[in-house]
């Protein structure tokens, strides 16, 4: 038996690591900073321009050899290098897993098939750069011979999620004329709403699409294509109105859109790990193709770190292991992701897809049942906002939930004191998680003794803080590719594969078959089970009404 194919819990690191919690779980965050006063300053880590603080852990020095001796025995330097080397790693679709391919620099080889990726990525790069520049300065002009005021970018999942994070996190860097729309839901109000105020003479939209057939997007594409007809008139007009992001020419011919322009992908990046490919054009177009050149430097500058350097002082790996840490040993189901900047807004949700799409899976590589956790459920909001709601149950919850909280030194909005403000109160909340306050100094406030475990804060609650510069689209780029490879890192361990989503089918092909069912004109003769013939039924009956 190779050392890959020996389940995780019968592994030497996981066993140690088992015995090590027991003595750890005792351990209270604050006997952990009073033993080792550097505690602070020595269990943090800082790497291309991100400062990743993770002494309020609940962890020693121990404890992270342990989990990088798992790492090791689960082969994942191996499995990075195969990685890196384009392997077909996404066993389950036949693929390689190259994201790192578009965002390496043009003198770089990365191989697949035999085939040198690079320069093509490159030109697409240059061709959406082109593109971008024409629409920011007007050259482009819409069928009547107007500008684009407009953007719509219509995708859905990894079409969407990507690009619309990106937009709001990067809107400082934006063309502020431009008004950018995303449209992704299915739901007839998403498109109503997003056109509203538009103008079709002024609107451009980018339908994003690897397949080109997802039920979503072709559905809004083809309202889209309704909508700017009805002004338009002739059908000569979707050509300069319609661009298609996708790998399937055929289809977007088909739809009436110029293969020109149409903007091409490739098999080999995942829907959820593809903002950086022409996934991103409405995102190149708001912010310029400067700026997100700059993206895809922060992008490679994290690959790099991942791919060279020593786990012990590899951001992703680390952050990967402590997930580990705490989802199979302390059995934390959720991880809070905590930015305090607004710009951050869309990040958690962006961060839903990457971390639960890739590794919410209970089967392994080889094809077994898992029986020890795997993903946990991410979500969060950015601070502040978030502490005037939820953060009651992380402080006072009965669940242990670890925090990554994410900040600026500085803000691209100075307007005092409000950054100050801001970051006091990210700073106070790790505080308050990892210390709290105990009985004794309730009472020494003043507090009645009835009060007091209400007031009682018992703290050693997990944190990570990772701290950067300044917002800037390569820090974004680090960001983002920070919580791929941490994602990647947990696949490993966890042995599964990360790439597939085999779970989001059965959902759809059930739709599939509920589709003509609601819309024959005579009752359709269901043969579902009785809770969804009902549903069905009574929907049929009350749609109308
Ligand atoms: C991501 C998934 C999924 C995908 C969407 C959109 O990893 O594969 O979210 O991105 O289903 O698919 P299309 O781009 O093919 O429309």
Redesign the pocket.
């Known amino acids: 038996m190779s050392t890959n194919s020996v389940y995780l819990t019968q592994r030497p690191a996981w066993k140690a690591l088992e015995e090590h919690y027991l003595t750890i779980h005792s351990s209270h965050l604050r006997e952990l900073f009073a033993d080792n006063p550097q505690r602070g300053e020595q269990l943090a880590l800082e790497a291309i321009g991100l400062y990743l603080d993770y002494s309020k852990n609940r962890i020693t020095k121990t404890t992270i050899e342990l989990l990088v001796s798992l790492a090791e025995e689960a082969g994942l330097r191996e499995r990075i290098d195969a990685l890196f080397r384009g392997e077909k790693i996404n066993i389950t679709e036949g693929r390689a897993v190259l994201h790192m391919a578009l965002r390496a620099p043009r003198d770089q080889a990365i191989m697949v098939d035999g085939v040198n990726v690079i320069p093509e990525v490159h030109a697409v790069l240059d061709k959406m750069a082109a593109f971008a520049d024409q629409v920011r300065s007007g050259d482009w002009k819409g069928y009547t011979g107007k500008r684009i005021r407009n953007v719509v970018n219509i995708?859905?999942?990894?079409?969407d999620l990507g690009p619309v994070m990106a937009y709001e996190a990067l809107r400082y860097y934006s063309d502020h004329n431009l008004t950018m729309r995303f449209v992704s839901n299915i739901d007839g109000t998403d498109f109503i709403e997003a056109i509203r105020d538009l103008d079709p003479t002024e609107t451009l939209f980018i339908i994003?699409?690897?397949?080109?057939?997802?039920l979503e997007?072709m559905t809004n594409a083809r309202s889209a294509r309704d909508w700017c007809l009805r002004v338009l008139g002739d059908q000569q007009a979707v050509a300069r109105h319609f661009v298609a992001v996708s790998t399937n020419a055929a289809e977007v011919e088909k739809f009436g859109i110029d293969t020109a322009n149409m903007f091409e992908f490739w098999d080999w990046v995942?829907?959820?790990?593809?903002m950086d490919a022409a996934i991103g054009l409405s995102l190149m177009i708001a912010i310029g193709p400067e700026h997100f050149r700059a993206m895809l430097a922060g992008f490679h500058a994290m690959d790099e770190h991942f791919r060279t350097a020593p786990f012990e002082r590899n951001l992703p790996v680390l952050m990967g292991l402590l997930t580990v840490w705490y989802s199979n040993f302390f059995g934390a189901e959720t991880t809070a992701v905590l930015p305090y900047d607004q710009y951050l807004k869309r990040f958690p949700a962006y961060l839903q897809?990457l971390t639960m799409?890739s590794n919410g899976k209970y089967i392994t590589l080889d094809g077994s049942p898992i029986g020890y956790q795997t993903s946990p459920i991410y979500w969060g909001e950015p601070g502040t906002n978030g502490q005037h709601s939820f953060y009651q149950l992380i402080h006072q919850g009965t669940k242990l939930i670890p925090c990554d909280f994410i900040g600026f030194c500085q803000t691209l909005n100075p307007i005092s004191p409000h950054h100050d403000l801001l970051m006091a109160n990210l700073f106070a909340q790790s505080e308050a998680l990892a210390f709290g306050k105990t009985a004794e100094e309730v009472k020494a406030g003043g507090t009645e003794d009835w009060l007091v475990p209400h007031r009682t804060f018992v703290g050693n609650r997990p944190s990570n803080t990772i701290l950067a510069e300044r917002l800037t689209p390569e820090t974004l780029g680090k960001l983002v590719a920070l919580y791929e490879h941490s994602v990647f890192t947990q696949g490993v361990i966890w042995q599964i594969n990360s790439f597939d989503?085999w779970g989001?089918e059965l959902g759809k092909a059930l739709a599939n078959r509920i589709i003509p069912e609601l819309q024959s004109a005579d009752d359709p003769q269901l043969t579902h089970d009785n809770s969804t013939n009902t549903l069905i039924r009574r929907y049929r009956a009350m749609r109308s009404k």
């Open positions: 995708g859905i999942g990894g079409s994003s699409s690897k397949t080109f057939t997802t997007t995942g829907g959820r790990y593809s897809q799409e989503q989001v």
